[in-house]
């Protein structure tokens, strides 16, 4: 059938424009290591999906003290969010999210409310400093929306066992609960993230190699 013809190659061209970047960040409590963080993040000619997947488990002498698993897939046009699913297991807490446009807006559905917020919602994006850049953002793992503020500091890199990680340094304040610092290439492709947890201990985030 001729007519397949160029319609085979508009779909080939579409996929060829596709390109995927994956950034996979060692997590640590500490200095312990205690888990992995995701981010596979693909262009597409009608805007972007970002896949996000996280596991940390904190163990004390013989005991597994504490254990997270949490799973996004994430679409986005032009600078905001257009649908989400995400997946959480947060201690034996087991948490979902999602989001789909609705006349106008984006619904936000937990499983318990349903919520709409109207203009252009982001999420923590931590891997695009611009999209932080905002007065709320989402938070994925129970559908919260979050004041913020993103503040740029002198630049300098984030030091952790002996290795330098980006140039330019954020930090990004949500509410009155917690800072989160954030370093980036002078791409602003990310590189590290440092915040303190609820019993005082650092959590840290570093870009693995290769």
């Given at each position: 059938m001729k007519f397949l013809y160029p319609l085979m190659l508009l779909a080939?061209?579409?996929?060829?424009?596709?390109?995927?970047t994956n950034l996979t960040f060692d997590v640590f409590l500490g200095n312990d290591p205690?888990?992995?963080?995701?981010?596979?993040?693909?262009?597409?000619?009608?805007?972007?999906?970002?896949?996000?997947?996280?596991?940390?488990?904190?163990?004390?002498?013989?005991?597994?003290?504490?254990?997270?698993h949490h799973v996004a897939d994430e679409r986005w046009r032009d600078g905001c969010i257009l649908a989400l699913e995400t997946r959480t297991n947060n201690d034996g807490d087991r948490?979902?999210?999602?989001?789909?446009?609705?006349?106008?807006?984006?619904?936000?559905?937990?499983?318990?409310?349903r919520t709409r917020?109207?203009?252009?919602?982001?999420?923590?994006?931590?891997?695009?400093?611009?999209?932080?850049?905002?007065?709320?953002l989402l938070n994925t793992q129970n559908?919260?929306?979050?004041?913020?503020?993103?503040?740029?500091?002198?630049?300098?890199?984030?030091?952790?066992?002996g290795r330098l990680y980006g140039a330019r340094h954020y930090r990004l304040d949500v509410g009155d609960?917690?800072?989160?610092?954030?370093?980036?290439g002078e791409d602003d492709s990310w590189q590290a993230l440092r915040t303190t947890v609820a019993d005082g201990r650092v959590l840290n985030y570093v870009r693995r190699e290769g």
């Open positions: 080939c061209s579409s996929l060829a424009q596709a390109t995927t205690i888990g992995f963080h995701r981010v596979s993040i693909e262009d597409l000619p009608d805007g972007r999906r970002v896949r996000v997947e996280a596991a940390m488990k904190v163990r004390f002498l013989f005991f597994t003290a504490f254990r997270y948490l979902q999210v999602a989001a789909e446009p609705l006349t106008g807006a984006l619904e936000i559905d937990t499983g318990k409310e917020l109207e203009g252009c919602v982001r999420t923590f994006a931590y891997w695009a400093p611009d999209l932080l850049d905002s007065e709320f559908g919260n929306y979050e004041p913020v503020r993103l503040t740029e500091l002198a630049p300098g890199p984030f030091e952790f066992n609960k917690a800072s989160i610092d954030l370093w980036y």
